[in-house]
Each structure stands twice: as structure tokens, then as C-alpha cells.
């Protein structure tokens, strides 16, 4: 029998602000408290008119007074400890029970307050958010949410018809952090949080900012995810990735956009799985090494392409669920395809239901819109120096690295990060300390993240889309570098694009647009992009970039992409350049494969596929892509005829020498300097016929004699096809 004792009543006043959802410590009067010696349960349940209590086990413990019409009960129970409590509840309708949220204990515990506190909580992606368990023998499902600066915060959703004056949540008070362990709430179920701000004012409602799955646009709440551990079957991909250096292994990108490569026949996107069971094995057998996929993390916004995310965490539901998305990398895995995905820690849309203003204040983003607001997209700039802030981005990379076995990632818009007055006219930004355009914070960051990244996961890596001539992008975080694995050549692409798009008989006079390149290719480790930024916007495929008729445009694509897959650097293409999209990209339509019927666009996938494998084939291509002794020119300065040829090497391997003519007119016995005598396999020539070329080249082999005149060891006479190149790998004796 339940103890009698006196002064147990809540005061009317505290039981309005609760029915009211206007309570600032809902755990200091609902749940469990002992009051001389007994145990007082108070509850609020909707729509109850009684209410029974009993253990898990069933025993008994008593009935609650109904103290508000509302809900509100509360009466001793017969308990001699603190306990999980089962209510029956019952009107005139039936009967229903309700696990009480509010006799459970915090789930976080001291520890994480103090790493949370910290900065250095580097498992915060299990601990933040919603995540289905078993607490205390019972199941549900535990929130976790930081907002220092609101009033209140409650957990709204499916489970509680949206109603937050039911579960607001308990804070705290070290980390300004918000849980509630909630057994009604299962997998599956959407939810987002309702806080009111210092003020006083309800905000609007906010998704998860750690929610692992989100609902498909444009609906907007976060769901909690299944916890059913993914089957992985890609342990000797993980285990032998690493050992890798990707320095020195080929890479190949494929850059795909999920939702345009290819879509249903209703216009309707494909699922991760039908991605898996369609481009995997196309970019597989077109010899790419790795797909870069845009940002697949969720965002309201279609046009965005994914770069303006309002769920880090979550894959987004265009395509499925993140088992869907773990199936996919897992299919990748298996026939040997890494998956690098676009990442966007730079900003945030301003959605209402996102970071923006989240507790009522600035908490993601920075207060003065000099340095919270970027001009350029109408976002919002986090601020990097703040510790939960680092913590939050530092925690995600780590999430998709470890949760969906990513091999990299590709930072967004880097550049913007780095100047505090990118895109801002004098008077528009803020200096740092030392008076400097430098932010200090974010470079704390970057560094932050990529040692980070390289310490956690061994064979994973970061590589930059860094714009500027920022020094040390690619060098470890130890000599004081950003720590990147890897950095877009932007000059490469603005420079070749440029001299490409030029008639052939002006080119000549813009020689240096390729071979300045060389004087900064090795200060980085570079990947040289042909991406989705320059194929849109009125920017126009890279086939109709090109020069001339059509037969001249197909033959200046394959010179280029040839002379590109010899230069040293990484390589990445677009999805649908490697067939010569004719229009330029459409994130609303699907690539216009009913091209490859024509000849001339079969043939530059073909050279596409056969560039891959002599790139992957030959070490000279690609072991030394990222340093200067893998390279040295042979003919630099023969602007008259726009020729260009250099060799590329590596130890232990046989040269490879690549010639290009980027005029329309074949050269008959052109002589060439060679790094040996003797034979010489034509291994592409992009002239062929096979790539719907006029079949002008060398029959296959190129001699070269000993001795010549400028000291090289070897010279040969060769045929140099129209606007062509050559890759001719040495056969030895």
C-alpha cells in the first residue's frame, strides 16, 4: 500500500503552466519525486479522464487524482524505488496505456556533458538526435538536441498528435543541451522540436539537425531511423583501402548528379537501389575508379543540386531510405568503386525549419550578417569558431565515413570559407584579430576535420574545391597546410577550357594558356575537373564549347579529353560528357542517352573507356600525377603549328609520351625528340576510326631512332593527325 504523506499537491499555478506547455522544468514536477518517504507520480496525459498506474512487471501502484481537466494527475504510488510507471488511461472512448516518459533517467550521462562541453566529443552522432534503444528495459526512442538559449523545448510529432505541450524535454544545464526518452515514439515515426525562445515566443518547428533520415519534399520532418545494423559485405574493399595511396593510384571521377543521370520512365526518380543496379556497373565498365556523387544529404530544394543541405545526416529520401544509400556504396564496393561525396560545410539555406535561428537565436550562424550571411546565395555562414559549431560539421564527416563506408569527401566552396571578404565589397566584412582577410576560425576547422578525418579513417580522404591560390591546401595539418587530401585545379580547367573554345587558327597566339599550368601542377596535389559548373547556367556542354562543325567539335572534345587524361593530375568528368552531351545540363531532365545511337558520340565514350584503362593500365599516367619527376616536356614552344608533347614517368615503369595537334591540320613527318629508341605502341590515337575519327596515325607504332640534334636519347618521325592526340607507350627490346 502507497504511503500516506502531506504536501504532495502540486500548486495550480505550476499545473497551468504545464498543461499550458509554458513550463521551464517539466522533470522537476512530472515523473517520479520522493516526498517524505513516498513516491508522488504527477503526469499530463491528453484526453484521460482516470488513471491507473502500474510496474512493468504489471503489479499495481495505484490511482492518480485527476487535477486538471486537461490531464494533469498526480497521486502517490506504491513503489519503493525509483522506476519506469505504465498508465492505464481511460475515458469514455476506451481505454489506452502510456509509458511514462517521465519516471525514465537522462540517457546522457557526465562523460559527454564533459567532451560535449569540450569541443571533442567525436560520437556525437550517437548520442544527438533520435535514436531507437532499449533504456531501462523498455524500448523507445531517446531526442538529444542543443539549444543553450531557449525556454523550452519539446519533441513533437506522429506519436503525439504534434502536440508540444506533451513532451517538452529535460535540459542540461552544463551543455544546453535538451533529452527525453520517449517509449512511444518507434522507428519510422516523423517528428521535429517546438522551442521557445528567451523571449518567450514560439519559433517555428524545427527539424533535427542530427536526424538520420528526413521526410521526402516537401514535406520537411525528421523521422526517426531504423537502428537495424546495415549488412556490409565490403570488409576486403575496407581492409585493403587502407594500405592506399591515392597519389600515386589512378583516379578517375565520374561526378554524378543522382536525380538527373537517368529517370523512370514517369519522369520519376530512380531508387538507390536501381542506381546501384544501373550506374554502378556503367561507370565499372567505363574503367572510372571512383564516383563523386552532389551532395545527396537532404535538401528542400531541388535546383540546388543538394548544395544547400538542411540535413547533414540524413541521405536524402528522392531516393529511398539510408539502407537504400548503404546498399548502394556496398554495390560500388564490390566492383571495386569508391564513392566520394560532395559535402557542404560552408553554409545553410534559411529555411524556417532548419539551423537558422534555431533556439530564437544565432546559433549555427554567426549574429552580424557581415559574417553569418553569404551574398552570393542567400545563406547563412556558420560560425567555426564556435566549438558545438566545429563539433557538429567535425561529427558529420566522421558519420558518413564510418556509418556508409565513404571513401571521400569533396568540400564545397572552400574558398569562401578561408577570406572573410569573398564576395564582399570594403566595409561589408569583418577583419580577423590581426587585421587580415584570413578566417582564422575556419582554417582551425578545415584543419580540424581532415586530421580527423585521415586519424579515424585510414584510406579515406578530403579534397577541395579551393579556387584561389591559397597556399598549402594539400600539405598536412602538421607544417600548418589544410590537410586536404586533394585540390581542384581550377586554373587547369579555366585555362584549357578557354584556349579550347578558341577557332584553331588563333590559338597559336594563346599558347601559354597550356603550358602555364606546369609552372604551379605539382604545387598541390591536384585533380583536374571537368564538373557540373561548367556545363550549366548558359555555360553550354563541353561539346558545344567547342570550335567549328560538328565533325571539328568532336574531334577538338577527343584531343582534349586525351590531353587532359595525359596530363599529371587526377581526372574528373561530368556524367554525360563522356557521351558529348549536346545540351548543357538540367537537373530536371535525364542525360539524353538516345546519342550514343549516333556514331560520333559513341566514339568519345569509347575513347573515354579506353582512356581509363590506359590510365589505370600504364603506372608512367598516373603513379606520379602529383609530383614533378613524373614529367618533363618535349616539345613546349611550338606555337606556330600548336603542338604540345611531353613524357610522363615513374619509377620502375616504361615511359609514356604524349603528343597533341589542336589545329585541324595533319602534320606529315613530324619530328619528335623520344625519351629511348626503338618501338613505340600508338596506345590512343584520337583520330581513330573507332572513335569515329578520319583514321590519319601512324598504323599503330611509332620507331624512334637513336641520337638527336636537341640531346634527347631517341628521335622519331611521326604522323600527326588533325586536331588530335597521341598516347604511345615504349614497347622495350
Not at 113 to 128: A, C, N, P, T, V
Not at 148 to 154: D, E, G, H, I, L
Not at 445 to 463: I, S
Request: glycine share 8%; net charge negative.
Amino acid at each position: 500500500m502507497a504511503k500516506k504523506t502531506s504536501g504532495w499537491h502540486t500548486d495550480p499555478q505550476q499545473i497551468a503552466r504545464i498543461v499550458g506547455g509554458q513550463h521551464d522544468d517539466p522533470f522537476g514536477i512530472l515523473g517520479l519525486h520522493e516526498v517524505e518517504g513516498a513516491w508522488v507520480a504527477r503526469t499530463f496525459i491528453p484526453y484521460a479522464e482516470t488513471l491507473e498506474a502500474r510496474t512493468l512487471s504489471g503489479k499495481a501502484a495505484g490511482t492518480l487524482e485527476n487535477r486538471d481537466a486537461a490531464g494533469f494527475f498526480e497521486g502517490v504510488v506504491d513503489i519503493d524505488r525509483r522506476q519506469p510507471l505504465v498508465y492505464r488511461a481511460a475515458n469514455a472512448g476506451g481505454e489506452w496505456e502510456v509509458i511514462d516518459p517521465y519516471s525514465f533517467g537522462p540517457v546522457l550521462g557526465p562523460m559527454d556533458d564533459y567532451y560535449i562541453g569540450e569541443g571533442s566529443h567525436l560520437r556525437l552522432f550517437d548520442k544527438l538526435g533520435a535514436h531507437f534503444m532499449e533504456f531501462e528495459g523498455v524500448q523507445g526512442t531517446h531526442f538529444a538536441v542543443w539549444a543553450p538559449n531557449a525556454r523550452r523545448v519539446s519533441v513533437t510529432g506522429s506519436f503525439n498528435e504534434w502536440d508540444g505541450r506533451r513532451h517538452p524535454m529535460r535540459r542540461r544545464m552544463e551543455t544546453g543541451i535538451w533529452e527525453i526518452f520517449i517509449p512511444a515514439a518507434q522507428p519510422g515515426a516523423q517528428y521535429k522540436y517546438e522551442i521557445i525562445g528567451r523571449d518567450g515566443n514560439l519559433l517555428p518547428l524545427k527539424a533535427d539537425p542530427y536526424a538520420q533520415q528526413s521526410e521526402l519534399r516537401p514535406k520537411t520532418a525528421s523521422v526517426v531511423a531504423d537502428p537495424t545494423p546495415f549488412t556490409w559485405t565490403d570488409a576486403d574493399y575496407m581492409e585493403a583501402r587502407k594500405s592506399r595511396d591515392y597519389r600515386r593510384e589512378p583516379m578517375s571521377v565520374y561526378e554524378v548528379h543522382l536525380g538527373s543521370w537517368r529517370k523512370r520512365p514517369d519522369g520519376g526518380f530512380l531508387s538507390y537501389d536501381q542506381l546501384a543496379e544501373q550506374l554502378v556497373p556503367y561507370a565499372a565498365d567505363m574503367g572510372f575508379t571512383h564516383l563523386e556523387l552532389l551532395p545527396v544529404t537532404e535538401h528542400p530544394y531541388d535546383p540546388s543540386w543538394g548544395y544547400q543541405p538542411t540535413g547533414l545526416y540524413a541521405p536524402t529520401a528522392r531516393f529511398g531510405d539510408p539502407a537504400g544509400f548503404a546498399r548502394f556504396v556496398d554495390a560500388a564496393h564490390a566492383v571495386g568503386l569508391g564513392v566520394i561525396m560532395d559535402w557542404v560545410p560552408a553554409h545553410f539555406p534559411t529555411d524556417e525549419h532548419g539551423l537558422a535561428k534555431f533556439d530564437g537565436t544565432a546559433l549555427y550562424e554567426h549574429d552580424d550578417p557581415r559574417q553569418g550571411y553569404h551574398p552570393d546565395w542567400n545563406t547563412a555562414i556558420y560560425n567555426f569558431g564556435r566549438k558545438e559549431v566545429s563539433s557538429f560539421l567535425t561529427n558529420n564527416a566522421l558519420y558518413w565515413l564510418e556509418k556508409f563506408h565513404i571513401d571521400g569527401l569533396r568540400v564545397d566552396a572552400v574558398a569562401s570559407m578561408l577570406y572573410l571578404d569573398y564576395s564582399r565589397q570594403p566595409g561589408q566584412w569583418v577583419p580577423n584579430q590581426h587585421g587580415g582577410n584570413e578566417n582564422i576560425e575556419a582554417i582551425a576547422f578545415l584543419q580540424r576535420v581532415n586530421a580527423e578525418t585521415y586519424g579515424q579513417h585510414p584510406g579515406t580522404f578530403t579534397m577541395a574545391e579551393e579556387s584561389t591560390s591559397w597556399s598549402g591546401v594539400t600539405a598536412p595539418t602538421y607544417a600548418k597546410g589544410l590537410g586536404f587530401g586533394f585540390k581542384w585545379n581550377m586554373g587547369f580547367m579555366n585555362d584549357t577550357l578557354r584556349y579550347m573554345r578558341r577557332d584553331p587558327i588563333h590559338r597559336r597566339f594563346h599558347h601559354n594558356d597550356l603550358t602555364f599550368g606546369l609552372l604551379y601542377a605539382f604545387s598541390e596535389n591536384f585533380v583536374l575537373p571537368l564538373s557540373h559548373d561548367e556545363v550549366v547556367h548558359g555555360k553550354r556542354s563541353l561539346l558545344s564549347k567547342m570550335p567549328g562543325d560538328d565533325w571539328q567539335k568532336f574531334a577538338n572534345l577527343r584531343a582534349y579529353y586525351a590531353f587532359m587524361w595525359g596530363y599529371p593530375g587526377k581526372k574528373l568528368l561530368f556524367m554525360g560528357q563522356e557521351f558529348a552531351q549536346r545540351e548543357e545540363w538540367n537537373e530536371a531532365h535525364a542525360l539524353d542517352w538516345w546519342l550514343l545511337d549516333a556514331p560520333a558520340h559513341e566514339g568519345i565514350r569509347r575513347l573515354v573507356a579506353d582512356l581509363n584503362a590506359v590510365y589505370r593500365e600504364l603506372p608512367a599516367l598516373h603513379a606520379r600525377d602529383c609530383e614533378p619527376e613524373g614529367f618533363e616536356w618535349i616539345i613546349a614552344s611550338d606555337q606556330a603549328n600548336s603542338i604540345l608533347a611531353w613524357v610522363r614517368k615513374a619509377p620502375d615503369a616504361e615511359p609514356v609520351v604524349v603528343i597533341t595537334n589542336l589545329t585541324p591540320v595533319p602534320r606529315e613527318n613530324y619530328r619528335l625528340p623520344m625519351p629511348a629508341a626503338g618501338r613505340w605502341i600508338e596506345r590512343i590515337n584520337t583520330d581513330a576510326s573507332w572513335y569515329a575519327g578520319s583514321n590519319i596515325g601512324n598504323q599503330g607504332v611509332v620507331n624512334a631512332t637513336t641520337g638527336n640534334e636537341f640531346g634527347y636519347p631517341a628521335t622519331a618521325e611521326i604522323v600527326l593527325p588533325p586536331l588530335s592526340t597521341l598516347i604511345l607507350q615504349f614497347e622495350p627490346g
